[in-house]
């Protein structure tokens, strides 16, 4: 099992920051690589960003365009967001799969955590 645990949303106003963090515990030495992915109210999840565990290797979604940094430290995955926009707003949640894959499907991802609530203002 593997444990995820968010943190770092909050409010913040348009063209502003946030740092979210996602804390792994458990059996880790599994994990292949890790995943942030948004849902917004009446919308579908979303991919964000992932990065390998080993953090060789990052990927983002099309609307980051330069916007969020992925990164990898001592079983933290933490996504910088800078430039926020309204249409951000989401619950972010984290993600982790066992797998040797980089497509970061939803219905793939073997662990969640329970999301954390980012909400920009305009």
């Known amino acids: 099992q593997v444990q995820l645990v968010e943190s770092g949303g909050g409010l913040v106003q348009a063209g502003g920051s946030l740092r979210l963090s996602c804390a792994a515990s458990?059996?880790?030495?599994?994990?292949?690589?890790m995943g942030w992915f948004r849902q917004a109210p009446g919308k579908e999840r979303e991919f964000v960003a992932g990065?390998?565990?080993?953090?060789?290797s990052t990927f983002y979604g099309d609307f980051v365009k330069g916007r969020f940094t992925i990164s990898n430290a001592k079983n933290t995955v933490s996504l910088q967001m800078n430039s926020l926009k309204p249409e951000d707003t989401a619950v972010y949640y984290c993600?982790?799969?066992?797998?040797?894959?980089?497509?970061?499907?939803?219905?793939?991802?073997?662990?969640w955590g329970t999301g954390t609530l980012v909400s920009v203002s305009s």
């Open positions: 993600a982790a799969d066992l797998s040797r894959s980089v497509e970061f499907r939803i219905s793939s991802m073997d662990y």
């Open positions: 990065i390998t565990w080993s953090g060789a």
């Open positions: 458990g059996r880790t030495f599994g994990v292949y690589v």
